[in-house]
């Protein structure tokens, strides 16, 4: 029997080398050591179905800490596992190992040569940031996969990634010119061609040694290596077959580089890799083919290509529906439908001659009428259209993992690669084996080459792991039968790493094991990957296994609607509540987080402002809605969410909704902020400056009748010193100045007159005591045109409130009873039809989004259908056509307009585009920002005045700064405003101020 002692002593022998390393790491390199036990959760993840927590990470600063990393590690026998962004799909970046991530340092172009079109680049560099960097030369890397606005070049090439259009510019294999790597000994070696390595030199010794191995299994490399264009499972050993028009090269060298690509970091780490650059096409057009049934559009396909386009992607039947689901993707599908087809496929043709390219997308249009389909096709030969849908199409993955419930389309068999002429009866027949087991399969990607993304629908809490072993089995015969590649794209890792013995035979395997030996004969890179793997359903790497489950809490919100059960096979679903308990919703919630890491992104949409100044897992929605799956499952202790490791983790969560808007999987982090604080106040208590934020809708009334005194606090500078000191906030901020009370000295219109057109100015807290100005504009512009304006207020009682100040404080049952208060109020007119107006975004939006998960039911829908931003009911109303109003031009001739977060997230930043353009002879320009960083109280908190600024100065201030000195800078939230303010020095205005001046009276 086993002793206490006995156990300690056990568990000691394991935690003393771990310490050690972390300890000598921490010492000698410059970068971050991370071995918490929250950061390692963090980095336990891609994005599979996998989760193995890792030893420990490290975020090398410099090529010189790289190399260190490496060297601490072999000196303590520590696995090594290279990772960029993590969104492998098959299990290669995780691994119980000692994590280096090149993300955030190592991003660098190197070199660079326009003649030679080549260009050398650190492994952390994201795809599309290089083509970014490569566009004014007129080149780019064509390689591009649908997360090439977050993977890295390092990540493709251990995964021989190949992207969309492969029939035209191949792999990534077909791409690399060399590889500069660390070895596992420790020793750098310079992977290029063969013809060129010098006599003698360890790279020539390597090269020598790696002929022999493929040289002794030749006759089995013949036979067994898949003959498709999509091959990218084992190592690349054909690449010194004689036999073989080497397919690597297009002048048939042979170039020991292509060995790691596609490597999975199993025999070196990438320092430095060299890639052939291509002409970036002038031209561009896109045809979208409707297609009835799914087999047609598999069968048409061979035909398709011989048109010779740059891309064929597929997108079924379930990926629309889900589009349509999604408000960011909804407008764009609809433009490329027909009816209803059960499939569409995108046709790309590209290149230097427009002529030519639209030449082709007629010859699409015949083709599709010889093939019987005559006007199947939405032509599509504007770029910001094509642009728009290939947006969508890239957000397959999630897209696909949006669905709510335990089901998820679960990825193991999704890019088996088969020869066109087999595609639709492979098609079919796998369609059948998912049918035997009651699911359905989704299907996306790349047509072109006879690689589908397919994923069934499984639930692995429950006997999802019993199905995916007999659908893999029965799959494999089907890609054996067809001649085809069980590994088409994302590699083998975890998940199909047991294959390859299977795909290539027993001998060919052995010859791996050789090449495995041979460059890394401790075993120390990333081991249990392409050689000597587990089971694909090994349990123990699963990240949701059959004892998973969520700890006992009670969330605040109403989490019912993502506890819906769906068929597989008819989409069906039962009514929201019948899967689980609250606990239950919430975590399923937050499971919609599938790791893929849309949300590693620099230049486009709201997306994620904290992630965008730091770099770091921690302040990406990935790593947040990671670190509460391991809290709500209890594998970061037992406090649940309101641990410290929750709290750091939501940090410097601004509560934008970018992510509600921009994560396809729809992971709404501002609402789980909302739970965390929550459950954080109720556990811990609220601060004075908590509750100074949280009561201000109460007490505004008493400040605004002392407004003088209050706000002559700033004017004492020891006075205002000790008010900031005292509740925490930054020295650097002035304090909100309060300026009467709009709605106490507003007249309320005398009865309804029958027919009068009404509308409910909600006039929220700050335009009512701080901006009054703001609220009185609007009630011109509305009465103007010819609007009988209510307001938010009874004679006697406090104006409603949103509750968004308590909600942010973590006062939620305040919020809620505020929400309740101000429903009860509202309902009488939304029943007879009056549009609710709201100025700030924040305080109107949230009765179309945080009211409908307090449990108020139908009233609650009906108050968010009713209820308009500002500029959104004058666009509704103009055009009903009942909006009466005559604009003059303004003295200023130019608009600088900025988008609240709020106002992207719910896409309603295009109304105050279009009321802008309503005022002759005005210009207007949307500055292309996330937040600003203000963030309600967030950037007057002391710990958070930096970040806060470092929001801003991403790309707001700076426009602000260059724009001319004569623009007017309009900004609709309270918060951007003062951001702005403090910021550039300029003053914004709500719109509703420009259009009251502009009303023309006369």
């Given amino acids: 029997m086993t002793s206490l002692t006995d156990k300690t002593q056990s568990r000691d022998a394991k935690v003393k080398p771990v310490t050690e390393l972390a300890t000598r790491l921490s010492r000698e390199l410059a970068g971050e050591v991370l071995f918490d036990q929250a950061s390692r959760g963090r980095y336990s993840t891609d994005a599979s179905i996998y989760q193995v927590t890792p030893v420990g990470v490290v975020i090398p600063r410099h090529q010189a800490d790289l190399g260190l990393a490496l060297d ?25 190992a000692l994590v280096i991530d090149t993300t955030r340092y190592l991003k660098e172009v190197i070199e660079f040569d326009a003649d030679a079109r080549t260009v050398t680049v650190e492994p952390g560099i994201v795809l599309d940031h290089l083509n970014a960097w490569l566009k004014p030369h007129g080149l780019w890397y064509p390689v591009d996969v649908s997360t090439s606005a977050q993977c890295t070049i390092g990540g493709m090439a251990g995964n021989n990634s190949c992207g969309s259009r492969s029939i035209r510019y191949g792999n990534m294999v077909h791409n690399v010119l060399g590889v500069e790597a660390r ?52 190592y690349n050993l054909d690449l010194f077959d004689c036999q073989n028009p080497k397919p690597y090269d297009p002048d048939g060298r042979v170039n020991l580089a292509h060995l790691l690509v596609g490597s999975e970091g199993t025999l070196g780490v990438s320092r430095r890799i060299t890639l052939r650059l291509s002409p970036l096409p002038t031209h561009k057009v896109l045809g979208v083919v409707n297609f009835p049934t799914f087999y047609q559009a598999m ?8 048109l010779d386009p740059t891309a064929v992607e597929l997108v079924d039947r379930t990926m629309i529906d889900l589009s349509l689901e999604n408000p960011a993707f909804r407008p764009v599908i609809e433009k490329a439908l027909i009816g209803k087809p059960e499939a569409i496929l995108l046709v790309e043709f590209a290149g230097q001659d427009e002529a030519a390219q639209r030449q082709a997308l007629a010859s699409l249009n015949q083709l599709m009428g010889d093939l019987g389909l005559p006007g199947s096709v939405v032509d599509m030969p504007e770029a910001a259209e094509q642009k728009a849908l290939w947006n969508v199409r890239k957000a397959g993955l999630n897209i696909m993992m949006s669905m709510k419930g335990d089901g998820k389309p679960v990825s193991f068999i999704e890019d ?33 080459v006879g690689t589908l993304h397919v994923r069934p629908i499984l639930d692995m809490r429950r006997d999802g792991a019993e199905k995916m072993r007999e659908i893999a089995e029965q799959a494999s015969a089907l890609v054996r039968e067809y001649k ?94 019948s899967g689980g308990d609250a606990t239950h919703g919430l975590a399923m919630a937050v499971e919609m987080c599938n790791n893929n890491g849309h949300c590693r992104k620099f230049d486009a949409g709201t997306m994620c402002p904290s992630y965008r100044i730091t770099q770091d897992e921690q302040h990406l929605t990935r790593g947040r809605a990671n670190t509460l799956r391991l809290v709500l499952s209890g594998q970061l202790g037992d406090e649940g969410l309101a641990s410290d490791d929750v709290k750091e983790a939501l940090d410097l969560c601004v509560s934008c909704k970018g992510c509600k808007r921009d994560c396809p999987t729809g992971v709404d982090m501002a609402k789980f902020k909302i739970e965390a604080r929550t459950a954080r106040a109720r556990a811990m208590g609220l601060s004075l400056r908590d509750r100074m934020v949280g009561e201000m809708p109460r007490y505004a009334p008493w400040a605004s009748r002392f407004s003088g005194l209050l706000n002559g606090v700033e004017r004492v500078p020891f006075l205002a010193r000790r008010v900031k000191q005292v509740l925490k906030l930054a020295p650097q901020r002035a304090l909100p100045v309060f300026d009467g009370n709009f709605l106490a000295a507003a007249e309320a219109p005398n009865g309804i007159a029958a027919g009068a057109r009404e509308v409910l100015l909600f006039v929220d807290t700050f335009n009512n005591y701080m901006e009054g100005a703001n609220a009185e504009a609007a009630k011109r512009v509305l009465e103007a045109a010819g609007y009988r304006v209510h307001l938010n207020v009874k004679q006697g009682q406090r104006p409603l409130c949103c509750g968004r100040t308590y909600l942010s404080s973590g006062q939620f049952d305040k919020a809620k009873a505020e929400a309740r208060r101000t429903l009860e109020h509202l309902m009488p007119f939304v029943q007879r039809g009056v549009s609710i107006v709201g100025l700030e975004p924040s305080c109107l939006l949230t009765m179309r989004d945080e009211f409908l998960q307090y449990g108020f039911g139908d009233e609650a829908r009906a108050l968010a259908d009713a209820a308009y931003l500002f500029e959104e009911f004058l666009v509704e109303a103009m055009a009903a056509e009942q909006l009466p109003l005559t604009l003059k031009p303004l003295p200023h001739k130019r608009v600088m307009l900025h988008g609240h977060c709020h106002q992207k997230a719910f896409d309603a930043l295009r109304p105050v585009e ?14 292309t920002s996330s937040c600003c960083g203000m963030a309600g109280s967030f950037g007057y908190e002391v710990e958070h005045y930096d970040a806060s600024l470092k929001m801003a100065e991403l790309s707001l201030l700076p426009a602000i700064r260059e724009a001319d000195s004569d623009a007017v800078v309009v900004a609709d939230g309270t918060s951007c405003r003062h951001q702005i303010k403090d910021g550039s020095g300029r003053e914004a205005v709500h719109v509703a101020r420009l259009l009251e001046q502009a009303l023309d009276v006369s």
């Fill in 72 to 96: 601490i590690a072999r000196d303590a026998k520590v696995p090594v596992l290279a990772r960029g962004a993590g969104t492998s799909q098959c299990g290669q970046t995780v691994g119980e």
């Fill in 183 to 234: 070895m596992a000994d420790g020793s750098e070696v310079a992977f290029g061609f063969v013809d060129r390595l010098a006599e003698g030199s360890p790279e020539q010794r390597l090269a020598a040694q790696v002929k022999a191995i493929a040289e002794r299994v030749g006759p089995e490399i013949r036979e067994h290596f898949p003959k498709v264009l999509r091959r990218v499972g084992g």
């Fill in 299 to 306: 069968d048409f396909t061979q035909h398709i290509v011989e």
């Fill in 416 to 448: 088996c690669a088969v020869p066109l002429e087999h595609l639709a009866e492979y098609t079919d027949k796998l369609t059948q084996v998912f049918h035997r087991y009651g699911t359905e399969g989704t299907w996306y990607a790349h047509a072109s």
């Fill in 484 to 577: 085809g590649a069980y590994s088409g794209e994302h590699g083998d890792g975890l998940c199909r790493g047991e294959w390859v013995a299977w795909q290539f035979g027993p001998t060919v395997n052995d010859a791996f094991r050789d090449i495995k030996q041979l460059f890394d004969p401790e075993n120390l890179l990333n081991p249990g990957k392409i050689v000597d793997t587990p089971k694909m359903d090994d349990s123990r790497y699963f990240r949701f296994a059959k004892d998973y489950q969520a700890i006992p809490l009670t969330p605040v919100f109403d989490w019912s609607a993502w506890n819906v059960k769906r068929d597989p096979l008819t989409g069906d679903q039962t009514p929201p509540g």
């Fill in 914 to 927: 279009q009321v802008l353009g309503w005022i002759p002879e005005l210009q207007v320009e949307t500055i």
